[in-house]
């Protein structure tokens, strides 16, 4: 079954989600097992939803690429939040407007 994630970041602004990306490499290799990732700014830092194959498949990012890049940005502390939950249904009404949205139009 699909895992929801839920992670936030106090330490965490546009600049440097954006300098994980970089180091990530994201769109041009993108992650084994991530099905959908959003992200955007909190109150107090940021937050990331993502939808993934499993939560071992996205254990398996962190350790291997994830833990590195926010490290190499200056994300040193654990998460504020970090939730995974099963994902029952996913509803996109307006598939298309997904990929005009943020950054991932820009990296197309």
Do not use: C
């Not at 992670?7 to 959908?36: H, S, T």
């Not at 109150?43 to 833990?67: C, H, M, P, T, Y």
């Not at 926010?70 to 099963?86: K, M, N, V, W, Y």
């Amino acid at each position: 079954m699909a895992t929801g994630m839920l992670i936030e970041f106090n330490e965490m602004d546009e600049k440097r989600y954006e300098r994980v990306n970089e180091l990530l490499a994201l769109y041009q290799n993108p992650p084994k097992g991530l099905l959908f990732h959003s992200a955007g700014p909190i109150a107090n830092g940021w937050r990331v939803f993502d939808i993934w194959e499993s939560k071992e498949a996205f254990d398996q990012f962190l350790k291997e690429r994830l833990q590195t890049a926010l490290q190499q940005a200056g994300i040193t502390g654990r998460p504020a939040r970090q939730e995974f939950f099963p994902i029952h249904n996913v509803y996109a009404p307006q598939p298309n407007v997904l990929t005009k949205i943020g950054a991932a139009a820009a990296h197309r």
